[in-house]
């Protein structure tokens, strides 16, 4: 067995062992947790990539395993965190199930990402790592600012959150990728704006400014497309 050749995929798999602990600490009763595992997936996620460029092993087996990896990550586990919290939230049996259209199509978009040649310099759809950062972080943001609490927390507002969430992962939106081709502000100005905000967000509020991140992502990405179309 070629050991330099499986290092990336031992660190994808750590991010699949994230992902599931992180579901058993969901499950436990410890939703607040969900999004350490997301982001310590991610981080798994990146440096997979990044190992497997380093020394020069891509390979099919990566990309798919990668992609069975996020599934979990950033599918089942932001999924199963949002079915908690809508349940411990209304007596209706039928509501927490909606919220797992998640998992669903976090599974679809990854699988479209695979065969999509168009998305090598932007992203076609919400990226699934930034959705499931997004949904495990609400319950930071409802903590921080509590008058947004019965918004953010009742049972019917996080079943449309999820919904919502999810087709945009799977959306024809052209969204800006963190991928610099030089250092030029004109050229990159949109990314440099997201991670000034993005860096503001994070001093600010901690994990409470993620939602404000991703929010910013994706109005940043629109006004670039219809300035692109002008």
């Known amino acids: ?24 600490w969901v499950l436990e009763g410890q939703p607040l947790y969900g999004a350490y595992f ?44 949002l079915y908690s919290l809508t349940k411990s939230q209304t007596e209706a049996s039928f509501l927490p199930y909606c919220t797992l259209i998640i998992p669903m199509l976090s599974a679809y978009r990854l699988a479209k990402f695979n065969l999509d040649t168009r998305q090598s310099d ?6 699934t790592p ?3 950062l997004l949904l495990t972080t609400i319950p930071y943001l409802a903590a921080r600012w509590p008058e947004l609490s019965p918004w953010l927390s009742s049972p ?9 969430t999810s087709l945009l992962l799977v959306a024809e939106l052209p969204l800006i990728a963190l ?14 704006t997201l991670l000034v905000i993005g860096a503001v967000c994070l001093v600010w509020l901690q994990l409470a400014g993620i939602p404000l991140v991703i929010l910013a992502y994706l109005l940043l990405s629109g006004m670039e497309n219809m300035l692109r179309k002008k």
């Open 1 to 24: 067995m070629n050991l330099k050749a499986q290092l990336p995929n031992f660190i994808t798999l750590l991010n699949l062992l994230s992902g599931v602990l992180g579901i058993l």
């Open 38 to 81: 997301v982001i310590l997936s991610a981080t798994f996620d990146f440096f997979d990539g990044f190992a497997a460029r380093l020394l020069k092993v891509q390979s099919d087996m990566g990309k798919e395993l990668d992609s069975l990896a996020d599934v979990v990550s950033f599918g089942v586990l932001p999924g199963i965190l």
């Open 122 to 127: 932007r992203f076609i759809g919400l990226p």
């Open 130 to 132: 930034a959705n499931a």
């Open 156 to 164: 019917i507002a996080l079943v449309v959150i999820a919904w919502l």
């Open 179 to 192: 991928k610099f081709k030089n250092s030029s502000f004109t050229d990159n100005s949109y990314r440099y």
